[in-house]
């Protein structure tokens, strides 16, 4: 017997990412196949984004075009502690913990404008300010400890604070405070979190870092789901190229949804049968 019927699990991607997993979203459901019936939904970093919107009921084809907050504040980018945060992680596999607390001590030194600006901006992209009925989890990294936690609507973190702290890359965007505590992006224990949909008859992962990171870390995390069926969906080659080489080029934002939208009747064909009845989809 499983605890959950489907989950979903969206991952880490940046800005181009964030679109595609939109696009691919919204192609699904015009082919049949709506991600935000999932029972479960784990949102980690960019993919946050979407499992806010799709957990709340909205249509993924609200972020066709990048949304702009009422202020239109653009991030303030430190490309200094940038460089040094992707310094440290390049070198983490030794001591991963260690390598995530140098990386919070990073982001609170790093000048990425305040905080509210970021939250406003995830409102803004989000659409919603309440957690949704359904579980949505939703991990980030404590700045002070490197250690990771899973908000949801019990965690006492506004919707909107939640999808900005899991954003919240060290150099990119500010640490965003909840209860008391500074938190940092999600995908800095892992790019999925994948291991946190548990026990799911049907589980959908969605990758946009796939290319990125050696497959054995996601084997890891799917054995660890224990799922009956899990299906994952990374970018094709058109939808790389669409990507460029910078995940969070802002100009790439709508091809790379579009790298979604087409890139969604494949993948709709794969799910359809497993998502409504469980059977194996080869």
Do not use: K
């Not at 070198?91 to 905080?115: N, Y």
């Not at 909840?178 to 979190?193: E, K, M, W």
């Not at 054995?216 to 799922?227: G, H, N, S, Y």
């Amino acid at each position: 017997m499983h605890s959950t019927d489907r989950a979903l699990v969206l991952g880490a991607g940046g800005l181009v990412g964030t679109a595609w997993t939109a696009g691919l979203a919204s192609g699904l459901r015009r082919n049949g196949v709506d991600l935000g019936e999932a029972d479960l939904i784990v949102g980690t970093s960019a993919g946050a984004i979407t499992a806010a919107l799709l957990a709340t009921g909205q249509d993924p084809d609200r972020l066709a075009t990048p949304v702009r907050t009422p202020d239109s504040t653009p991030p303030r980018v430190d490309g200094r502690r940038l460089g040094e945060a992707f310094a440290v992680l390049g070198d983490a596999a030794s001591d991963p913990a260690g390598a995530r607390r140098r990386v919070g001590r990073i982001a609170l030194a790093a000048e990425t404008g305040p905080e509210q600006a970021h939250i406003a901006r995830m409102r803004a992209t989000v659409g919603a300010d309440q957690w949704p009925d359904r579980r949505l989890l939703i991990p980030v990294t404590d700045a002070e400890t490197g250690e990771q936690e899973v908000l949801d609507r019990a965690s006492g973190a506004p919707l909107p604070s939640a999808v900005a702290a899991s954003t919240a890359f060290p150099g990119i965007y500010p640490p965003i405070t909840v209860n008391g505590r500074r938190y940092l992006d999600g995908s800095l224990h892992s790019a999925t979190n994948a291991a946190l949909a548990t026990g799911s008859r049907m589980l959908v992962v969605i990758d946009p870092q796939a290319h990125l990171f050696p497959r054995e870390l996601l084997r890891r995390e799917l054995a660890a789901a224990a799922a009956h069926t899990a299906v994952t969906i990374e970018p094709d080659p058109a939808a790389l190229r669409a990507f460029g080489s910078d995940l969070n080029d802002r100009t790439a934002w709508e091809p790379a949804y579009q790298a979604g939208l087409r890139q969604a009747a494949d993948a709709a064909q794969r799910l359809r049968p497993a998502w409504t009845t469980g059977s194996d989809p080869g």
